[in-house]
């Protein structure tokens, strides 16, 4: 028996719209990162800032058993999807184009309606399903993936949109009355376990001469100010991202927040722009736009429904 929910269609959409935001931001900075550290390194050391400050928070809140979640399995279970999704997203990148990576993450959002759909969580209407098809439409018109000979590599990203869509209706049906804050430090301790264990591999097994010295790869680096500046600006804005989109899949139906993560390719277009002068083509435009339609046509479908809904 789950607790009883008020949903805030309009607070969930802000907040997934704003995480999305912070989150093109943050992979921007890890991209301007370049040959610096490895994922295994960035991890590291950006969970050693982000754990403190997310636990000190629970504390000044609620003391020591604010830092304990209600329901430790699901919280467990929650992180280790989203951890699984970045590792599989990040093993895909060197053997596959960066744009076939993206198109099999984004599909996400198809994901999340069918398993909520299939729980019996939330029923999608035939428009609603057009929607999110359409959504999907504009993210292969920004993306324009070629018709490349296909590899079990492909396999990769699309499996990591699935872990994504299972963590993200797993927080609405079992973590709903988890505090953001507890969810954001699961995930985050379980990204610090990941990279001291990762180092450790990679400190054992990793032959440099014989391997190429890849993000996964790579050993640990020595930083300069400007990169420990930048890791310490992706660790604070990872806790942002990591909190906003948990209580937007709290408080917001699975796959309403799910159509407006697309709205992190015109953010990423923005970002590119102002930061790696990378201008978007006219038809990337238009995919994005198609992609903004089909976020509002879903909200004022489920608005509507909504309505309909009160007595």
Not at 41 to 56: D, F, M, N, R, V
Not at 167 to 194: I, K, Q
């Amino acid at each position: 028996m789950h607790p009883e929910r008020h949903d805030n269609r309009r607070q969930g959409v802000a907040l997934i719209v704003g995480s999305v935001c912070l989150l093109a931001l943050s992979d921007a900075l890890v991209k301007s990162l370049g040959a610096g550290p490895s994922l295994w390194q960035l991890l590291t050391l950006a969970s050693s800032i982000s754990i403190p400050l997310l636990a000190g928070c629970l504390l000044l809140r609620g003391g020591w058993r604010a830092l304990l979640p209600e329901r430790p399995g699901w919280v467990m279970l929650r992180s280790l999807l989203l951890l699984a999704m970045w590792l599989l997203f990040y093993a895909s990148l060197p053997l596959i184009p960066l744009a076939t990576a993206a198109v099999g993450i984004y599909t996400t959002p198809l994901f999340i309606a069918i398993l909520a759909s299939a729980i019996g969580e939330e029923r999608l209407t035939r428009g609603n399903w057009a929607a999110i098809g359409l959504g999907f439409g504009g993210v292969l018109l920004v993306l324009r993936p070629g018709l490349g000979v296909f590899s079990l590599a492909m396999t990769l990203p699309v499996a990591a949109a699935c872990c994504y869509a299972g963590a993200m209706v797993l927080t609405r049906r079992h973590c709903a009355s988890e505090r953001p804050l507890v969810l954001a430090l699961g995930l985050n301790l379980g990204f610090a376990l990941a990279g001291v264990a990762g180092s450790g591999l990679v400190a054992m097994w990793v032959d440099d001469q014989a391997l190429p010295r890849g993000f996964l790869s790579r050993s640990w680096q020595p930083l300069d100010l400007a990169e420990a500046a930048l890791i310490l600006l992706y660790a604070l804005l990872m806790v942002s991202v990591n909190t906003g989109v948990a209580r937007a899949y709290q408080i917001a139906p699975s796959s309403l927040v799910g159509t407006f993560d697309y709205a992190y390719l015109p953010f990423a277009a923005v970002w590119g722009a102002l930061w790696f002068d990378e201008v978007p083509d006219a038809t990337t435009w238009l995919g994005m736009t198609v992609i903004l339609i089909s976020g509002w046509l879903v909200l004022r479908r489920s608005g509507a429904r909504s309505r309909l809904a009160k007595p």
